[in-house]
């Protein structure tokens, strides 16, 4: 049992987390404390969640796009075309608290995430351009977009509807982290419960033999290009919705760096295949509790990047099967000598060499 | 020298005793001794997976034992790496030559050791230590030409000088002679003889007994990760070499030829696939030709010839750019694997690695991927199908390790083989069409593959076989498609003469 835990490639970053949540414990003694006001949870651990949920949306489509092999350079300009074109909708209807207005202005912006999608789809799909080439282009061209639709300008809205999304509370608890939430449960269980994840495991490790064995490649690549941009779509929705207002050149700036970390710090390997949501839940946590850790540990943002920095590395090495065997070696050069066993199977490293003669 | 007996040998240069390595889910070795002593050379036998390139990979450094000793020349060792074992005086010469053929020939002999001059290489005492060291194995190679432009049974004699040259005590040779033609390993043997007449103790690993006899003094036999025994080459018959290394296979092989005599095709019914001047300029040309039910066709020629290609057209592969098909009589135009496998078509590729296991995943998984790829994903297998579905096939053709958690990156060769088939064999194909099944897989598994291939058939699949041997495809074929520079130029009878097939390769045409 212990066994199966030291091996779980999910131990490392969960104690990051921890180490993490602790720290801040020790810096700010209230920062576990939850308030409770008009039926609404407050704190830090409630502003972790929600600032953290639209990262985690997009890490989510991330997730299945690199697990496929590829990558998704484009969703931080998804995010701001996204929160550009509802912003602007909204702005442009005399009364932007009605319903169909802000249905109306979410659908147009999903609806365009979704044309992006298909569009990266088709490059790296049909074409067969390399997925870090197709979504540059996007990625650069994209924020150009949003600042067309925006005029350059940051477009404000008052709508009280609209703030639900990102500002607004349900259950006690934030609507975006509820989202975010919901879109992994559903993931989840559609990528475990039906055979999707094992088909999307299985182009990623050898797309040809994949092919071979008549797996639809095409059309798998290009639902999770499609699946990403939505993901996109809907975090930048939150990001205006938070603070009601689309501005195009900050909004989801930087993103694609937070989710692939997270996708990484999660466990799930940049050369594809084995995938877990669950990592890359646990890699978003990660990054959004680095980031309140910095301002409420009070280091001045020229270090902030450092820091950063310092946390990822020590979570990706503990996850590095060499340095691991390192540890485990020094470790051994006291104790009986460790034994590979089944249980290690789990988490068999990529690297290893295969043992048939 | 003359092999020597255990009583009056002299001490092991080389003693590993009690060995054992597990990986994830295989136990490779099982408290193996080996003992290698000064001046023989000595052959590891066994299949593909009975532990050879474990132990290899133990004795160099590769990989760390978990129990047992090594002992070098009466040193208790514990190698933390292959650099380790090389200051211990253990050599390797792989199969895949692993020198810079972009240096020179001297450069690589002495890559890492070059003599140096005011801090910089000595070309002219680096050239000269070289032509020494080929001088001395008798090898006519100029030093200063490039290591590349030579062919590879040079390169790997340049590679024993290398090894040579770190005054190697014991030097490893794993299957040098693969790609290597008569001639050049009659050049390598007088040179590994020259090397055991001076002391050196020669580890070799060969596939073809033909050398391991004409080479070996000493052998050790392999099976299932443990050791058979300890054999001195001279006393040791070929038929005891085999049973030793195949342990209950072998009466397989005879009931082949049997079950392949009785596999008859039935005239009456249409065939599963015709195709009619299919080809694709240049590698294929176009091939007429029909597959019925209860039928093994074979695909002969050189590598080269088309015959892949041909393959590939057929599943889809490739598209082609002439000609037609029809599929149970019906013109069908396959335009991917997925069209082809909707008609019940099943492809295994030449090329197991690239373009057929899913390595990083389980061969559960990797047995099951057609299938649900064909019932697409949002029809997953139930748990309990799939297990039903692999256990039966597991057991069914013999699948070791037995367990389906394994990833299949760490399964032999043959065992690798097995589950590619069984991945087809549980979509209940109409046509199977298999692009070199046996090749790089021991005696066992191909023993069992080719009587798979005849049982099939026997049961009404239509088989395309493509192979390299034509002893493989003369014993399991009821009709012979023969290939020759993407030409079709003859189809004969499964009872024609292997000499016969031969010639018309050779000849390119008909009499």
Redo the contacts between chains.
């Keep these: 049992m212990t066994r199966r835990v030291i091996a779980s490639p999910l131990l490392w970053p969960a104690l990051a987390l921890i180490a993490l949540l602790g720290l801040n414990v020790v810096l700010t003694p209230s920062f576990l404390a939850i308030r409770v006001e008009d039926d609404h949870l407050y704190g830090s651990l409630i502003d972790i969640l929600r600032n953290g949920a639209p990262t985690m949306l997009v890490a989510l489509g991330m997730t299945l796009v690199i697990a496929s092999r590829g990558i998704d350079l484009s969703v931080g300009a998804v995010v701001a075309i996204s929160g550009a074109l509802a912003c602007a909708h909204i702005a442009a209807q005399p009364d932007g608290n009605s319903v169909t207005t802000v249905a109306t202005a979410m659908l147009i912006a999903l609806g365009a995430a979704v044309v992006l999608g298909l569009w990266n789809g088709i490059l790296v799909s049909s074409f067969g351009i390399q997925p870090i080439i197709a979504t540059l282009v996007l990625m650069t061209a994209g924020r150009g977009i949003a600042l067309l639709i925006t005029n350059g300008q940051i477009v404000t809205v008052t709508s009280e509807r609209f703030r639900v999304l990102g500002a607004g509370y349900a259950l006690g608890l934030p609507v975006a982290i509820l989202v975010s939430l919901a879109v992994f449960a559903v993931v989840a269980t559609i990528t475990r419960?039906?055979?999707?994840g094992?088909?999307l495991?299985?182009i990623g490790?050898?797309p040809?033999?994949?092919?071979?064995?008549?797996?639809?490649y095409r059309t798998?690549v290009f639902a999770v290009y499609v699946f990403s941009a939505l993901c996109a779509g809907i975090a930048g929705l939150m990001i205006a919705s938070n603070i009601s207002a689309a501005d195009a050149n900050n909004a989801g700036l930087w993103i694609e760096m937070d989710a692939i970390l997270a996708v990484v710090i999660g466990g799930t390997s940049l050369l594809g295949?084995?995938f877990s949501l669950t990592g890359t839940i646990l890699g978003a946590l990660i990054i959004q509790t680095l980031t309140t850790t910095v301002y409420t540990a009070g280091i001045t943002p020229e270090t902030t990047l450092v820091f950063k920095a310092v946390v990822v590395i020590a979570v990706c090495l503990m996850q590095a099967p060499k340095f691991r065997r390192l540890l485990r070696r020094r470790r051994g050069a006291a104790g009986p000598?460790t034994?590979?066993?089944?249980d290690?199977?789990e988490s068999?490293p990529?690297t290893?060499?295969?043992?048939?003669? | 020298m003359a092999p020597t007996s255990t009583a009056e040998s002299p001490t092991p240069v080389v003693e590993m005793r009690d060995i054992s390595i597990s990986f994830p889910g295989v136990k490779a070795l099982d408290g193996v001794t080996f003992r290698l002593l000064p001046g023989e050379v000595h052959a590891l036998m066994g299949e593909n997976g009975a532990g050879k390139s474990t132990l290899i990979k133990a004795l160099t450094g590769v990989y760390d034992i978990d129990a047992g000793s090594i002992t070098v020349a009466g040193v208790p060792c514990r190698f933390t790496g292959p650099r380790q074992a090389q200051d211990a005086g253990i050599s390797t010469v792989y199969q895949e030559v692993n020198l810079c053929t972009n240096l020179t020939v001297a450069e690589n002999i002495l890559l890492g050791r070059e003599p140096r001059r005011f801090g910089r290489i000595d070309h002219r005492a680096l050239n000269r230590r070289a032509r020494d060291l080929l001088s001395h194995l008798e090898l006519d190679i100029d030093p200063r030409s490039t290591l590349g432009a030579h062919p590879i049974a040079i390169q790997q004699l340049v590679a024993i000088a290398r090894a040579t040259a770190v005054s190697a005590r014991v030097l490893i040779l794993d299957e040098p002679t693969s790609s290597l033609d008569a001639e050049e390993v009659a050049e390598l043997f007088r040179v590994i003889r020259q090397l055991r007449d001076n002391g050196t103790a020669v580890l070799f690993v060969s596939h073809f007994l033909d050398q391991v006899y004409e080479i070996s003094d000493r052998m050790t036999v392999l099976r299932n990760g443990r050791r058979v025994g300890e054999y001195v080459t001279a006393d040791f018959g070929r038929h005891q070499l085999v049973t030793a290394m195949l342990g209950r296979e072998l009466e397989l092989l005879d009931e082949i030829a049997e079950t392949a005599q009785e596999t008859h095709r039935n005239d009456m019914v249409p065939p599963i696939v015709s195709t009619s001047d299919i080809g694709r300029p240049p590698r294929v040309h176009p091939v007429t030709l029909d597959i019925f039910p209860g039928e093994v066709v074979g695909l002969a020629g050189l590598l080269g010839s088309g015959r892949t290609e041909f393959a590939r057209l057929l599943f889809g592969a490739d598209r082609p750019t002439s000609g037609h098909l029809s599929v149970d009589g019906k013109q069908a135009r396959l335009r991917s694997p997925r069209a082809a496998i909707a008609r019940r078509f099943a492809f295994t590729s030449e090329d197991r690695k690239a373009h057929g296991i899913v390595g990083e995943l389980s061969v559960r998984d990797n047995l099951v991927l057609a299938l649900q790829a064909r019932r697409g994903f949002a029809r997953p297998l139930s748990a309990k199908a799939k297990n039903r579905l692999v256990r039966r096939y597991m057991e069914a053709l013999d699948i070791r390790p037995r367990d389906p958690n394994t990833l299949i990156k760490n399964l032999s060769g043959g065992n690798q083989q097995k589950v590619l088939l069984a991945r087809w064999l549980i979509t209940q194909p109409a046509l199977l069409i298999l692009d070199e099944p046996t090749r790089g897989i021991d005696v066992g598994a191909k023993a069992q593959i080719q009587k798979l291939v005849t049982e099939l058939a026997a049961d009404g699949m239509a088989v395309l076989f493509i192979s390299t041997e034509l002893d493989e495809v003369v014993r399991i074929s009821d009709r012979i498609a023969l290939m020759r520079d993407g030409h079709n130029i003859a189809q004969l009878d499964g009872g024609c003469p292997v000499s016969e097939l031969t010639r018309l390769i050779a000849s390119g045409s008909q009499q």
């Design positions: 419960r039906s055979a999707l094992m088909l495991e299985a490790v050898n040809e033999a994949s092919r071979l064995a008549g797996v639809r798998i295949g084995r000598p034994v590979p066993d089944d290690v199977a068999a990529r290893d060499t295969v043992a048939a003669s």
